[in-house]
């Protein structure tokens, strides 16, 4: 499927192919090959002189809005899928450019030339198709909201499709504004344009104090939802457009990040003032903004509710025998990386640039068929993988934490142990592996990688889960002829179950911007929050995710396994399982960052070392050896906010520093 945007800055993709290709490590997740809106645009670049004097010209200035949407599938310029806990990324210059965000996690931010610098642009071009920051973005939002609603310009526009285009770009531009709102704090609003004839000193904007911003932002998408159709009609043609549902999900989520310790009653920043001595930060903390996040969530599920968003269920195809272990494993892997399933919200369909790399980031391990000797293959140099601390992340199989668990010992979980054969379908059945593996929760196996586990895949030869495909990562076995990611598991979970491992084929899907779960977790979150105790709605929404994961409600299993059985029972506690739900739910979705940010709890999480197995042994007993990659370092309070590029405050004296930096 080719991307306008190929035809636009072709210099631009073909290097950025060849920097792909020769970096190998691009997790970059596309839409479906059904044609998109994002895929209409003509060749030539649309201008301001042209752009508004005939419906066709104006679209093209519509899909420049959209080009500005950063490449949030693409790990080597997302932060939240690299910087996180949650993977790891080999540090290897052949590999991966040293400029990106892979060294974000490794201390290489810095205020000369910042990593991912939203505010300016990519230091190398690529941060999204035009390889602009997003102030930038927002001039052309603005340029295009100013023509389009004058009803002189673009006659043969009908009032109903220029009042949608006008939802739209007031979605993108909010949404501009809430990436950098959630990287910098305080930022200017740009509302309207500054002329061009403006005296300098009205062209030197200032930082706005973060309640006005959330304010602003909140208003727009508000403004933005009352023209927003309610669904995508056109699904052949139109899917990846924004909805009401969409702007009323961010509203959502801008509102609850508000709410959230970074941003209400923090006093690390309460110094923080602006140029004229406005204080940026409010330190008084306000359980208003929990409410009013409450609010906005609820009003987000309802329309999605309406539209029929669902959790997403997995239905075992015809001619196929299926466990009901594997498909409750499919029901969590699909509900990310089935294309345009119906839990997706919003799904970003920027284009197949680097999907081919994306495997080679994953990559496939080496492969057996229990009936077929000396099986298998691999594919690619996978060089980012998800962590130890993020495998013991996940429940047993009693849906509580492996170190609450009063029925199960996970205190040695390098010890060695060999898979039976009612683990058959988790593990493969005779073979050895660490006690880590056994008796966890679906979603671990699901969504985790790990060495000799069953990876169930729709080319299945047996047409079922039995005798199917198992990963084996050991040094030395058949296949290993190319690297396994350092911490030798593989992020299952964003792997579509249609890719065949022999052709090399696979079925591309649009990416997760946000999907029903985030929304649930994120408005029990916000009831939790808002009261003195947790309601029955806070346990019913997470319920509602464990319940598609295969777990027991949060009542049952703590109260009848967890040696906190009264955690779930107050406020504190049910916050530590929300936050807990979060990381199991959306990991690898480029969420955990972002949350660890706005709950000030980076400074723990994002500190220590970073560790997985031996990927150079060849028996069980040296590869279950946990090795340290890297030590990791959060500078607190400085990291939670990103740093403004020195030229910046040097070419705009009305902006001020992030603190600390």
Request: glycine letters at 8%; one cysteine or more.
């Given at each position: 499927m080719n991307h306008p945007f190929n035809k636009k800055y072709k210099g631009l993709t073909t290097k950025r192919l060849r920097l792909f290709a020769a970096m190998l490590v691009t997790v970059s997740i596309a839409a479906s090959c059904t044609k998109k809106f994002l895929d209409v645009v003509p060749d030539n670049v649309a201008t301001v002189d042209n752009a508004f004097t005939s419906k066709s010209e104006a679209e093209k200035y519509l899909v420049t809005c959209y080009s500005y949407l950063p490449y949030e599938e693409d790990p080597t310029y997302n932060p939240g899928l690299t910087a996180s806990d949650e993977t790891w990324i080999e540090d290897n210059e052949i590999h991966i450019r040293s400029t990106n965000v892979a060294q974000l996690p490794r201390g290489g931010q810095n205020t000369s030339d910042p990593i991912i610098n939203y505010w300016d642009g990519s230091r190398?071009?690529?941060?999204?198709?035009?390889?602009?920051?997003?102030?930038?973005?927002?001039?052309?939002?603005?340029?295009?909201?100013?023509?389009?609603?004058?009803?002189?310009?673009?006659?043969?526009?009908?009032?109903?499709?220029r009042q949608r285009w006008i939802g739209e770009t007031k979605f993108l531009k909010a949404y501009y504004h809430f990436v950098l709102f959630r990287a910098y704090g305080p930022i200017p609003v740009v509302d309207k344009n500054i002329p061009i004839s403006a005296p300098l000193s009205e062209t030197q904007v200032k930082r706005q104090a973060v309640d006005s911003v959330v304010n602003y932002i909140s208003d727009l998408l508000d403004s933005a939802a009352a023209t927003l159709p309610a669904s995508i009609a056109n699904t052949a043609s139109e899917l990846g457009r924004i909805?009401?549902?969409?702007?009323?999900?961010?509203?959502?989520?801008?509102?609850?990040?508000?709410?959230?310790?970074?941003?209400?009653?923090?006093?690390?920043?309460?110094?923080?003032?602006?140029?004229?001595?406005?204080?940026?930060?409010?330190?008084?903390y306000s359980a208003d903004k929990w409410q009013r996040a409450a609010t906005a969530c609820k009003a987000a599920i309802d329309a999605c509710t309406a539209q029929g968003i669902s959790l997403y269920t997995f239905q075992t195809p015809a001619g196929t025998t299926l466990t009901d272990t594997t498909v409750k494993q499919m029901s969590?892997?699909?509900?990310?990386?089935?294309?345009?399933?119906?839990?997706?919200?919003?799904?970003?369909?920027?284009?197949?640039?680097?999907?081919?790399?994306?495997?080679?980031?994953?990559?496939?391990?080496?492969?057996?068929?229990?009936?077929?000797?000396?099986?298998?293959?691999?594919?690619?140099?996978?060089?980012?993988?998800?962590?130890?601390?993020?495998?013991?992340?996940?429940?047993?199989?009693?849906?509580?934490?492996?170190?609450?668990?009063?029925?199960?010992?996970?205190?040695?979980?390098?010890?060695?142990?060999?898979?039976?054969?009612?683990?058959?379908?988790?593990?493969?059945?005779?073979?050895?592996?660490?006690?880590?593996?056994?008796?966890?929760?679906?979603?671990?196996?699901?969504?985790?990688?790990?060495?000799?586990?069953?990876?169930?895949?729709?080319?299945?030869?047996?047409?079922?889960?039995?005798?199917?495909?198992y990963l084996f990562c050991r040094a030395g076995e058949f296949g290993q002829n190319s690297p396994i990611p350092i911490t030798t598991m593989y992020m299952k979970k964003v792997l579509n179950w249609h890719f065949d491992w022999?052709?090399?084929?696979?079925?591309?899907?649009?990416?997760?911007?946000?999907?029903?779960?985030?929304?649930?977790?994120?408005?029990?979150?916000?009831?939790?929050?808002?009261?003195n105790a947790p309601s029955a709605d806070v346990y019913t929404y997470v319920n509602l995710i464990r319940a598609r994961a295969g777990l027991t409600t949060v009542q049952n299993a703590w109260s009848t396994y967890s040696n906190n059985p009264t955690k779930y029972t107050t406020k504190a506690g049910m916050r530590?399982?929300?936050?807990?739900?979060?990381?199991?739910?959306?990991?690898?979705?480029?969420?955990?960052?972002?949350?660890?940010?706005?709950?000030?709890t980076a400074a723990q999480e994002l500190a220590g070392n970073v560790t997985g197995w031996d990927r150079t042994a060849k028996t069980p007993d040296l590869f279950y050896r946990e090795l340290t990659?890297?030590?990791?370092?959060?500078?607190?309070?400085?990291?939670?906010?990103?740093?403004?590029?020195?030229?910046?405050?040097?070419?705009?004296?009305?902006?001020?520093?992030?603190p600390n930096w």
């Open positions: 190398d071009g690529a941060l999204n198709s035009n390889g602009n920051g997003m102030f930038r973005a927002i001039r052309d939002c603005n340029v295009f909201l100013e023509n389009i609603s004058d009803l002189k310009k673009v006659p043969d526009l009908d009032i109903d499709t909805t009401q549902p969409i702007a009323l999900s961010l509203k959502a989520k801008l509102l609850v990040y508000a709410a959230s310790p970074l941003f209400n009653g923090n006093p690390d920043f309460a110094t923080l003032q602006g140029k004229g001595g406005q204080s940026l930060f409010n330190s008084t969590i892997r699909n509900a990310m990386s089935e294309p345009w399933n119906s839990e997706l919200i919003w799904g970003l369909t920027h284009t197949n640039l680097g999907f081919n790399a994306f495997f080679q980031a994953i990559g496939g391990g080496a492969f057996d068929r229990t009936y077929i000797q000396n099986g298998g293959i691999t594919y690619g140099n996978a060089l980012m993988g998800p962590t130890l601390k993020m495998a013991r992340l996940f429940y047993t199989q009693n849906g509580v934490p492996i170190d609450e668990d009063k029925t199960l010992d996970f205190s040695n979980y390098s010890a060695l142990r060999v898979a039976t054969h009612g683990e058959r379908f988790n593990i493969k059945e005779g073979e050895t592996t660490a006690r880590l593996n056994f008796e966890r929760e679906p979603r671990f196996y699901a969504n985790i990688g790990f060495d000799r586990c069953i990876w169930y895949m729709a080319n299945s030869p047996s047409h079922s889960d039995e005798n199917t495909f022999n052709t090399r084929l696979y079925l591309v899907y649009p990416y997760p911007m946000i999907r029903l779960a985030d929304l649930y977790l994120l408005y029990a979150e916000a009831l939790n929050e808002s009261g530590s399982i929300i936050q807990r739900e979060r990381a199991i739910e959306l990991c690898f979705e480029g969420q955990r960052y972002w949350d660890l940010l706005r709950w000030k990659f890297y030590t990791r370092r959060f500078v607190a309070p400085r990291d939670y906010l990103w740093p403004l590029q020195d030229n910046d405050l040097l070419n705009n004296p009305n902006l001020v520093q992030n």
